[in-house]
Structure formats: C-alpha cells, structure tokens
C-alpha cells in the first residue's frame, strides 16, 4: 500500500512538473535575440575590421564555420578564446518609401546596423587574430565592423492567448514601424522590426508594443480610395461619413522589444491577427 502511495506521489509530483514546465512563458530564442540588428543614433566604433579569410581567391562571403582575418592582434592584447559581433551598416537600396514620413523618421532614428554574426578568436599573430565564425546571421564580407561581444538579454515571452483584440487606448507614448529588418514592408508573427521610440522615451528590453492601425489614412503607398473607411460605390455606405479618428482602431498583434537605443527599438512580432505594415503605429502596453 506505501508503494503504491509513493508510486501515485511521485507521479503527481511529475506530472505537476510538466505542468509547470509547459505553462512558463517560451524565451526568446538566441539567433532571435543575436541575429536581429538594430538601429542607432551614434556611430558604432568601426577600428576593427574583417579584412580577409580561408579561400579568399575565390570566396566573397563568409560563414559559420570558416575562418576569417581581422586587423587586430598581440599589438592589441586579442588573446585566443576571445569572442567579437560582427555588424554592417546597411540601408534599403530600393529607397522607396512605403508610407509618407518613413525616410525622415528612418534618418532621425539614425543607423540602420546587420548583425552578421559572431567570431571567436583561434590564433593569434602580431597584428592580426584568425578567428573561426561561431554564429552566422547573415554573410560575413571584407570590411564588416567587429565588435567586442556582449551579451543581450533574453526576455520572457507572454502567453498569446491573453492577446485583446479590442484593447483600449493604453495613454502611454505612441510611434510607428518605420523600417522592418529585411526591409520587406509587411510582416507577422516571427518578423523583426525597428519603431521609433526608445530609451529616451522609457523603453527598455522586456517591454511589449501593442501594434495598431487606424482606417481612413491616405498616407501609406499601398492604394487607397478616399472615404473607402465606411462607403464604396455601389457596395454600400454608412449613413453619415466618419473620418480616419472617428472609428475604432484595428488592433493587429503585439511585439517583444528585443533591443533597444535612445531613438529606437527592435521589436519581435509575438503575435499578429492580420498582416502588418511599415507605417503601422504602436504604443507602449
């Protein structure tokens, strides 16, 4: 009979455990987290550099387990074992914009930086360190800007089913989506993006965006019809005309920030109800 009463603890004791384990908001991922880029204000210090590699005769791009060259060496102090993030400054060659501030507010928010990936150091010479690629984001080139590693938080995700549809105006400070991390100009769950809000205005990793949409802006590219909000002709019409803040907002999904700087943040899409667009706006949960 004790066997037994220890046999049926034991398996509560377990199965409260999995329970448990299943219940506990999901961590953002480490290439979620570490392969996101950002955006900044301030230059990034760009002295030391990916010069060269294995194979350079006939190799342009690098990647996770090739070895790579950077300037700097034992005139440096680099010792082996020694860990570096590799970045690129990148913009959208297209230079199209997709809503009608989406330049200006991309150039205030400043630069827009790729993490490549990161390099640890395997060998060390007087003024040059070979080092292997450990975590490959993006490919690696000739000149991409390395820096010292430095760990990222790695935040806790909600439960998505908690997610209000309909929530009401949070009253805390709104922005918009101005730039995605693939530069594609829609996305959804799983997707990067850059938002014009950051430390400056109390944002810090850990923190949700409710992501939002009014109707009746004519200010994206997308087409839009004026008045198309509550009327088309020959497919119906209210009976008065409300304009793009007389209706209620759309509330398309929430996102994670990820990163984050004095003028911008990197968010990751939690969760999405429909497609999201750069020229969305959000607001601070």
Request: net charge neutral; with cysteine.
């Amino acid at each position: 009979m004790r066997a037994k009463l220890t046999a049926v603890s034991l398996f509560v004791f377990i199965g409260a455990g999995i329970c448990s384990a299943q219940t506990a908001p999901p961590q953002a991922s480490y290439s979620t987290v570490y392969c996101s880029g950002f955006v900044s204000d301030q230059r990034v210090p760009d002295a030391t550099r990916l010069v060269s590699g294995e194979q350079s005769n006939i190799k342009i791009m690098f990647g996770r387990g090739d070895y790579v060259t950077i300037n700097r060496g034992q005139d440096k102090g680099v010792r082996v074992g020694d860990r570096y993030s590799v970045v690129r400054q990148e913009s959208d060659s297209l230079q199209v914009n997709w809503f009608k501030w989406q330049a200006k507010l991309m150039k205030a928010m400043g630069i827009h930086y790729v993490d490549a990936g990161q390099l640890r150091v395997v060998n060390v010479q007087a003024k040059t360190a070979i080092a292997e690629v450990s975590l490959s984001c993006d490919y690696m080139l000739r000149g991409d800007i390395v820096l010292p590693f430095q760990e990222r938080p790695e935040p806790a995700f909600k439960d998505p089913s908690a997610f209000d549809h309909f929530a009401p105006i949070s009253g805390k400070p709104v922005a918009m989506i101005v730039e995605s991390k693939d530069y594609q100009q829609s996305a959804g769950q799983g997707n990067t993006f850059y938002v014009n809000l950051g430390t400056e205005r109390g944002v810090k990793v850990g923190d949700y965006f409710r992501i939002f949409r009014y109707q009746g802006t004519l200010a994206e590219l997308s087409p839009q019809t004026k008045g198309f909000q509550d009327r088309l002709y020959g497919f119906g019409s209210s009976p008065g005309r409300y304009n793009w803040n007389d209706l209620p907002r759309e509330v398309l999904g929430e996102g994670l920030v990820i990163n984050v700087s004095r003028n911008s943040s990197t968010v990751f899409v939690t969760y999405s109800s429909a497609d999201i667009y750069t020229g969305d706006y959000i607001e601070i949960e």
